[in-house]
T-cell receptor, first 113, second 111 residues
Framework: DGGITQSPKYLFRKEGQNVTLSCEQN?????MYWYRQDPGQGLRLIYY???????QKGDIAEGYSVSREKKESFPLTVTSAQKNPTAFYLC????????????FGDGTRLSIL | AQSVAQPEDQVNVAEGNPLTVKCTYS??????LFWYVQYPNRGLQFLLK??????LVKGSYGFEAEFNKSQTSFHLKKPSALVSDSALYFC?????????FGAGTTVTVRA
């Protein structure tokens, strides 16, 4: 089945530690996105990429980094500079174009030990 | 700034009754509007979209949405709600290459 796979489902981070969240898609979509979800705040865009080897900052990029070396993969690193990383992280992908819906993975829940 | 607002944090209805989840938008130009649903600890699932054309858009799982340009609204509707429709619903508007989401509305359908 085609879809988006995020791993791990749950992740724990110690203070001062960087962690990387995986996102893989087999939908052959050009565009990929990372969102952060906090209770009562909807989704906020962290980074997005419309093509391999290119990505742009979203609304809350500070403390995060990404790479897009392959079309299928868009990993997100939560660095130690992100002071409040506890959240639900969602990856999405879409065909390029303003009227194309985004397809979401099932998320990674990150917590601080 | 282009955005959407969901004025109700929660909506409660009885099974079999009509369900409406409200969304208003603020955009310059023609809006591209979307509705998504999220079940606990899952990602968002696409329900429907408005691009242009008919003001009544039909989507997945029996949902539909009514686009009203004069009221700048895009309310989600279902004629007869099911207990399994209980979930978190998000309205979103396309802004450049991104989606801007509302804060979400929690729908509870009681048996």
């Amino acid at each position: 089945d085609g879809g988006i796979t995020q791993s791990p489902k749950y992740l724990f981070r110690k203070e001062g530690q960087n962690v990387t969240l995986s996102c893989e898609q087999n939908l052959n979509h050009d565009a990929m996105y990372w969102y952060r979800q906090d209770p009562g705040q909807g989704l906020r865009l962290i980074y997005y990429s419309q093509i391999v080897n290119d990505f742009q900052k979203g609304d809350i990029a500070e403390g995060y980094s990404v790479s897009r070396e392959k079309k299928e993969s868009f990993p997100l690193t939560v660095t130690s500079a992100q002071k409040n990383p506890t959240a639900f992280y969602l990856c999405a992908s879409s065909i390029k174009g303003p009227n194309q819906p985004q397809h979401f993975g099932d998320g990674t829940r990150l917590s601080i030990l | 700034a282009q955005s959407v607002a969901q004025p109700e944090d929660q909506v409660n209805v009885a099974e079999g009754n009509p369900l409406t989840v409200k969304c208003t938008y603020s955009v310059s130009g023609n809006p591209y509007l979307f509705w998504y649903v999220q079940y606990p600890n899952r990602g968002l699932q696409f329900l429907l979209k408005y691009i242009t054309g008919d003001n009544l858009v039909k989507g997945s799982y029996g949902f539909e949405a009514e686009f009203n340009k004069s009221q700048t609204s895009f309310h989600l509707k279902k004629p007869s709600a099911l207990v399994s429709d209980s979930a978190l619903y998000f309205c979103a508007v396309r802004v450049d290459y991104k989606l801007s989401f509302g804060a979400g509305t929690t729908v509870t359908v009681r048996a």
